[in-house]
């Protein structure tokens, strides 16, 4: 990604950094050199960059998966998906074998209904799972669980359960599908096993095995993690100095619990300065400030312009949520802004995107700052005007390209329709428009994988196979980009990371094959051998 | 066949209204929503200085709580204790920690608050007053009477304050002295939520009686704004059938916006269930502590003076 040297066959590394790129006759001059081979036949990149993914990706895999797509574990190990509810129950029955207590809860995760064929899953068929243990399958989108009769029993949720959200049978018996927190705190011994999880340091760890299984080098917590809660500063700072722990991790600031008035803020934004200038270290990093604006597209929630949502479920209001009063974002964003902080927002949709990127230009108005990076997160409906205004601001764009793949062909047809989802996650767009862009999973929404993003961004294809706005498509040496270089740009680490040049850190991503050299449709499928994190390898699938 | 008829007294709702909260005290859970600026906040204030029982909040602009400090007796970054025994949680850490911290308190609340923050939707807050030992009251929103018109006709915020007052039992029309005329507004308001109870207010007082519903012996002595109550009483052995029930709920003159009691279905007489009617939302729940239920049916409703009709309970009665 060093345009001056776009191509090398050796790399000289002393201690954490790179020393020299060239070809090995150029070194051999060197005092005390050893010469490694071990990655003689393999591609070395530098090292990929995750910029918008979230730690508990790994804590769920302290749980069996059970959802429709394969997937791998941090340990490597390749969980097949489950394509129909046997598919599901013959999963969930091995693992209540293998439980050694019998009153313990099994949780599940993944479960997504709209893929499986035939009647739903609800507590009646978990029943024959087991009758005397609980069990809690949390869904893909994190938004229901469905729970046996035992989980229900021991929650005390029965016919007389008046909250919304408790789905019920024609007889008015609930079924064992909880939809939305309300209704899943219920079966609080469930979700509060994901939660527990989620906060461990054990999660850190998976995250961290899982990143680099898929060729990451450094990825970006995004604002997942309660920094003020007590030990989780603890728990990072004790992961990330172990040098066994294969990533750099950028825990961005999320801005929690903030109410939005000025003098909160600045209370805020002087804690995250304070993370940035005093907790750092050569695998933790601070500096950017998440804060989430609207909702999601498939789940109708995203703010999106006129003429709103193509085919929404009945009852829904037209548009989708506010998380944050839009005209609270001038004072919130400001404050960020003038702290020296660099701001990522949460903009599924194209209208939370004009209201973040016009609390930027405010900010810019009344107080200039060059090279601020603030990034528009998801970008999915973000128009050329957009681009045109985020170029003139100096925005960064992080792009979710792994969208199209996976709900590609449900935008197309229920969202937004065709013509709006050709535009989607328009990555071209955005180059042609001069804005720095990354293209992300935030996993665990989809897996982490920066070579499967990468086909996504090149390709466009959908889950049925069609090519969804083609004149979308970039190349692979921009998607390469987009994975190294620009990421650690906008997470503020371009000056370390990012490309393959003297005095960078000797971070890699040790490839099989080359993806310069492999068709177009065979990124993914390219064979990710592990990474080097500060001149120390480590190898994908190993402990 | 037994003839039942509904002794009418106004003012024995006081016993009936006692006898709930005796045989069945869940915490009773109210949500406050309303757009930002609204006066939540006010709100919040104004019921903490003036409790008369044990009130845990649940507030998001926790940084805005402005608490006289004679009346502070402790505070962290989280909590602040009052001396009158309430407390104010910011939700900060997410609900269900802050309702796993209210469930352990002691002396456990008696009515819990939960400030939805300005563009929530407080039918989604809601939904957690059914949690396991707590009852959903009413879910009351402000509206700033002198922006209401302006925020609807909003296009980035006008679905979110629409939904948000669709939502409400109890809406307050706030700052009306800053309002030169509120006709206008409460006609917008009637288009989307008529049933709501509409209370006019300065500063976010409303009388709590009013806002809670639970002494209903006192909602006669009325607040300033909404003038005089009256609340008759029904007494009877039976079981009541379902639709007998469903019927009478719906032949309630609209100005009725409280009913309370205890009640046998005809469908399930074995269980005492509790009826509680908020605005026009209403429910059913099978009382907490069945051993100690009281015999028969108990029911009583509150309305403006000379808006309950004396037969009112007419088709509660069983026919020879």
Redesign the interface.
């Given at each position: 990604m060093d345009p001056t040297q776009p191509f090398a066959t050796a790399i000289a590394v002393q201690g954490d950094r790179i020393v020299g790129v060239g070809d090995r006759e150029d070194f051999l001059d060197f005092p005390q050199t050893e010469v490694d081979e071990r990655f003689g036949n393999k591609i070395l990149l530098p090292g990929f960059v995750e910029a918008h993914s979230h730690v508990m990706s790994g804590a769920l895999w302290e749980f069996p998966y059970v959802g429709f797509y394969e997937r791998s574990d941090p340990t490597g190990r390749v969980w097949s998906g489950c394509q129909d509810v046997d598919s599901v129950l013959q999963r969930l029955i091995q693992c209540d074998q293998e439980m050694v207590d019998p009153d313990q809860t099994l949780v599940a995760w993944g479960l997504d209904p709209i893929f499986l064929q035939g009647e739903r899953l609800v507590a009646k068929h978990l029943d024959q799972v087991s009758t005397k243990r609980p069990i809690f399958v949390f869904h893909a989108s994190g938004h229901l669980a469905t729970v046996n009769s035992e989980m229900m029993r021991q929650s005390g949720i029965d016919q007389h359960t008046p909250t919304p959200g408790v789905a019920k049978d024609d007889s008015g018996v609930p079924n064992g599908e909880l939809q939305e927190p309300a209704a899943m705190s219920l079966a609080s011994d469930g979700l509060a096993t994901i939660f527990i999880a989620m906060m461990s340091s054990e999660a850190k760890w998976s995250y961290a095995l899982e990143a680099r299984n898929c060729g990451v080098t450094t990825a970006a917590d995004l604002g997942t993690t309660r920094l003020a809660m007590e030990g989780q500063l603890e728990a990072w700072r004790q992961a990330t100095d172990d040098p066994q722990y294969p990533i750099r991790v950028v825990v961005a600031f999320g801005n929690f619990g903030s109410d939005g008035t000025p003098a909160n803020i600045r209370d805020m934004a002087e804690k995250a300065v304070h993370l940035r200038e005093h907790e750092e270290s050569a695998k933790l990093r601070f500096g950017i400030v998440k804060i989430v604006l609207d909702g999601s597209i498939q789940g109708f929630t995203a703010r999106i312009s006129h003429p709103h949502y193509l085919d929404p479920p009945p009852g829904h209001p037209g548009n989708g949520l506010w998380l944050i009063p839009p005209e609270q974002m001038p004072d919130i964003v400001s404050a960020y802004h003038q702290a020296g902080l660099t701001v990522h927002c949460h903009c599924n949709g194209d209208e939370a995107a004009q209201v973040f990127i016009d609390a930027v230009d405010a900010a810019l108005q009344t107080h200039p700052r060059e090279d601020h990076r603030h990034t528009v997160q998801h970008c999915q409906l973000t128009t050329e005007q957009q681009y045109k205004k985020m170029s003139e601001l100096g925005m960064n764009a992080n792009i979710f390209a792994n969208h199209i793949f996976y709900w590609g062909d449900q935008h197309a047809t229920i969202t937004v329709g065709s013509p709006r989802a050709e535009k989607m996650d328009g990555c071209a767009t955005a180059e042609r428009e001069g804005v720095k862009f990354s293209i992300h999973s935030d996993a665990p929404i989809t897996p982490m994988g920066q070579l499967h993003t990468i086909w996504c961004a090149v390709n466009r294809l959908t889950a049925s196979g069609n090519i969804l706005g083609p004149e979308e498509r970039i190349g692979v040496h921009k998607a390469l980009q987009a994975c190294t270089i620009d990421a650690a740009h906008q997470l503020l680490m371009d000056n370390e990371i990012g490309s393959l040049e003297n005095g960078k850190l000797a971070d890699f991503t040790v490839l099989e094959s080359d993806p310069y050299e492999v068709e177009p449709e065979e990124l993914k499928n390219i064979q990710v051998w592990g990474t080097v994190v500060g001149g120390v390898p480590f190898q994908a699938g190993s402990q | 066949m037994g003839h039942s008829s509904g002794r009418r007294s106004l003012s024995s709702g006081i016993t009936v209204t006692k006898l709930v909260d005796l045989y069945d005290s869940p915490m009773e859970v109210t949500v406050i929503g309303g757009?930002?600026g609204a006066g939540k906040t006010t709100l919040v204030n104004h019921l903490l200085s003036q409790a008369t029982e044990v009130i845990a909040v649940l507030i998001?602009?926790?940084?805005?709580i402005n608490i006289d400090d004679k009346l502070v007796d402790s505070a962290d970054e989280n909590t602040i204790t009052l001396t009158n025994g309430c407390i104010c949680c910011?939700?900060?850490?997410g609900?269900?920690k802050a309702?796993d911290d209210v469930a352990k308190r002691n002396p456990r609340p008696t009515r819990l608050v939960i400030e939805a923050s300005?563009?929530a939707?407080p039918?989604?807050v809601?939904?957690?007053g059914?949690?396991?030992g707590m009852a959903?009251n009413a879910v009351a929103v402000v509206a700033d009477s002198v922006n209401l018109i302006q925020q609807l006709a909003d296009p980035?915020?006008g679905?979110?304050v629409?939904?948000q007052l669709a939502a409400a039992d109890v809406i307050l029309l706030n700052k009306t002295d800053l309002a030169p005329e509120t006709e206008t507004v409460r006609t917008e308001l009637d288009r989307f939520n008529s049933d709501a109870l509409l209370v006019e207010c300065v500063h976010s007082r409303i009388d709590l009686d009013l806002l809670f519903g639970s002494e209903v012996s006192k909602v006669p002595k009325a607040s300033e704004a909404v003038g005089e109550y009256e609340s008759r009483c029904h007494r009877s052995n039976q079981p009541i059938p379902r639709d007998a029930l469903v019927e009478l709920i719906e032949r309630l003159p609209e100005q009725v916006q409280r009913a309370k009691g205890i009640v046998r279905v005809a469908e399930e007489p074995q269980i005492p269930m509790v009826f509680q009617l908020v605005g026009r939302r209403w429910?059913l729940?099978?009382l907490a502590d069945r051993k100690n239920a009281p015999e028969g049916n108990q029911l009583v409703v509150i309305g403006p003076k000379g808006t309950v009709p004396l037969d009112w309970d007419r088709t509660l009665k069983v026919e020879d």
């Amino acid at each position: 990604m060093d345009p001056t040297q776009p191509f090398a066959t050796a790399i000289a590394v002393q201690g954490d950094r790179i020393v020299g790129v060239g070809d090995r006759e150029d070194f051999l001059d060197f005092p005390q050199t050893e010469v490694d081979e071990r990655f003689g036949n393999k591609i070395l990149l530098p090292g990929f960059v995750e910029a918008h993914s979230h730690v508990m990706s790994g804590a769920l895999w302290e749980f069996p998966y059970v959802g429709f797509y394969e997937r791998s574990d941090p340990t490597g190990r390749v969980w097949s998906g489950c394509q129909d509810v046997d598919s599901v129950l013959q999963r969930l029955i091995q693992c209540d074998q293998e439980m050694v207590d019998p009153d313990q809860t099994l949780v599940a995760w993944g479960l997504d209904p709209i893929f499986l064929q035939g009647e739903r899953l609800v507590a009646k068929h978990l029943d024959q799972v087991s009758t005397k243990r609980p069990i809690f399958v949390f869904h893909a989108s994190g938004h229901l669980a469905t729970v046996n009769s035992e989980m229900m029993r021991q929650s005390g949720i029965d016919q007389h359960t008046p909250t919304p959200g408790v789905a019920k049978d024609d007889s008015g018996v609930p079924n064992g599908e909880l939809q939305e927190p309300a209704a899943m705190s219920l079966a609080s011994d469930g979700l509060a096993t994901i939660f527990i999880a989620m906060m461990s340091s054990e999660a850190k760890w998976s995250y961290a095995l899982e990143a680099r299984n898929c060729g990451v080098t450094t990825a970006a917590d995004l604002g997942t993690t309660r920094l003020a809660m007590e030990g989780q500063l603890e728990a990072w700072r004790q992961a990330t100095d172990d040098p066994q722990y294969p990533i750099r991790v950028v825990v961005a600031f999320g801005n929690f619990g903030s109410d939005g008035t000025p003098a909160n803020i600045r209370d805020m934004a002087e804690k995250a300065v304070h993370l940035r200038e005093h907790e750092e270290s050569a695998k933790l990093r601070f500096g950017i400030v998440k804060i989430v604006l609207d909702g999601s597209i498939q789940g109708f929630t995203a703010r999106i312009s006129h003429p709103h949502y193509l085919d929404p479920p009945p009852g829904h209001p037209g548009n989708g949520l506010w998380l944050i009063p839009p005209e609270q974002m001038p004072d919130i964003v400001s404050a960020y802004h003038q702290a020296g902080l660099t701001v990522h927002c949460h903009c599924n949709g194209d209208e939370a995107a004009q209201v973040f990127i016009d609390a930027v230009d405010a900010a810019l108005q009344t107080h200039p700052r060059e090279d601020h990076r603030h990034t528009v997160q998801h970008c999915q409906l973000t128009t050329e005007q957009q681009y045109k205004k985020m170029s003139e601001l100096g925005m960064n764009a992080n792009i979710f390209a792994n969208h199209i793949f996976y709900w590609g062909d449900q935008h197309a047809t229920i969202t937004v329709g065709s013509p709006r989802a050709e535009k989607m996650d328009g990555c071209a767009t955005a180059e042609r428009e001069g804005v720095k862009f990354s293209i992300h999973s935030d996993a665990p929404i989809t897996p982490m994988g920066q070579l499967h993003t990468i086909w996504c961004a090149v390709n466009r294809l959908t889950a049925s196979g069609n090519i969804l706005g083609p004149e979308e498509r970039i190349g692979v040496h921009k998607a390469l980009q987009a994975c190294t270089i620009d990421a650690a740009h906008q997470l503020l680490m371009d000056n370390e990371i990012g490309s393959l040049e003297n005095g960078k850190l000797a971070d890699f991503t040790v490839l099989e094959s080359d993806p310069y050299e492999v068709e177009p449709e065979e990124l993914k499928n390219i064979q990710v051998w592990g990474t080097v994190v500060g001149g120390v390898p480590f190898q994908a699938g190993s402990q | 066949m037994g003839h039942s008829s509904g002794r009418r007294s106004l003012s024995s709702g006081i016993t009936v209204t006692k006898l709930v909260d005796l045989y069945d005290s869940p915490m009773e859970v109210t949500v406050i929503g309303g757009y930002l600026g609204a006066g939540k906040t006010t709100l919040v204030n104004h019921l903490l200085s003036q409790a008369t029982e044990v009130i845990a909040v649940l507030i998001n602009d926790f940084g805005e709580i402005n608490i006289d400090d004679k009346l502070v007796d402790s505070a962290d970054e989280n909590t602040i204790t009052l001396t009158n025994g309430c407390i104010c949680c910011s939700l900060a850490d997410g609900y269900s920690k802050a309702l796993d911290d209210v469930a352990k308190r002691n002396p456990r609340p008696t009515r819990l608050v939960i400030e939805a923050s300005g563009v929530a939707d407080p039918a989604a807050v809601a939904a957690y007053g059914h949690a396991p030992g707590m009852a959903l009251n009413a879910v009351a929103v402000v509206a700033d009477s002198v922006n209401l018109i302006q925020q609807l006709a909003d296009p980035l915020v006008g679905q979110t304050v629409r939904s948000q007052l669709a939502a409400a039992d109890v809406i307050l029309l706030n700052k009306t002295d800053l309002a030169p005329e509120t006709e206008t507004v409460r006609t917008e308001l009637d288009r989307f939520n008529s049933d709501a109870l509409l209370v006019e207010c300065v500063h976010s007082r409303i009388d709590l009686d009013l806002l809670f519903g639970s002494e209903v012996s006192k909602v006669p002595k009325a607040s300033e704004a909404v003038g005089e109550y009256e609340s008759r009483c029904h007494r009877s052995n039976q079981p009541i059938p379902r639709d007998a029930l469903v019927e009478l709920i719906e032949r309630l003159p609209e100005q009725v916006q409280r009913a309370k009691g205890i009640v046998r279905v005809a469908e399930e007489p074995q269980i005492p269930m509790v009826f509680q009617l908020v605005g026009r939302r209403w429910e059913l729940r099978a009382l907490a502590d069945r051993k100690n239920a009281p015999e028969g049916n108990q029911l009583v409703v509150i309305g403006p003076k000379g808006t309950v009709p004396l037969d009112w309970d007419r088709t509660l009665k069983v026919e020879d």
